[in-house]
C-alpha cells in the first residue's frame, strides 16, 4: 500500500489490494497543486502543509480498516474452530507495542 498524489484530481491516496478485497483511501487536497518549476512559495508551503496534515488521517484511515479485517479473520477463524497458535497469541498481547527479546 503507498501513498501517492494524483494531479489530477488533487487529491492524497493509498491503495489496498488483497485476492478478496480491493479499497482506496483518498482525501481531496483543497490547495492548489504548485508547479514544480513556480517559485511562488507561499503556494509550496501551503500544499505541503495541507498534505502534512491529510497523511495522519489517511493512515489512520487505513489502521481502523486494517483492525476490522483483522477483527473478521479472526472471528471467522474461530468460528472455523482454529485456534490462535502461542506466537500469534504473544503477537496479538503485544499488539503495537515496542517488545525487547532477552537474548539471555
Do not use: C
Not at 501513498?3 to 488483497?18: E, G, H, K, V
Not at 502534512?52 to 477483527?71: G, S, Y
Not at 468460528?79 to 537474548?103: F, I
Amino acid at each position: 500500500m503507498a501513498p501517492f498524489t494524483n494531479p489530477q484530481s488533487n487529491r492524497l491516496q493509498a491503495a489496498y489490494t488483497s485476492p478478496q478485497l480491493d479499497r482506496t483511501f483518498e482525501h481531496t487536497i483543497h490547495s492548489a497543486t504548485p508547479n514544480p518549476s513556480d517559485d511562488n512559495v507561499k503556494v509550496k508551503v501551503a500544499y505541503l502543509a495541507e498534505l502534512r496534515k491529510l497523511a495522519p488521517v489517511l493512515q489512520n484511515d487505513i489502521n481502523v480498516f486494517l483492525t476490522e479485517r483483522m477483527e473478521e479473520d479472526k472471528k471467522a477463524a474461530e468460528a472455523q474452530g482454529r485456534q490462535l497458535s502461542k506466537e500469534e497469541a504473544k503477537e496479538e498481547e503485544n499488539y503495537g507495542e515496542e517488545v525487547v527479546e532477552d537474548d539471555a
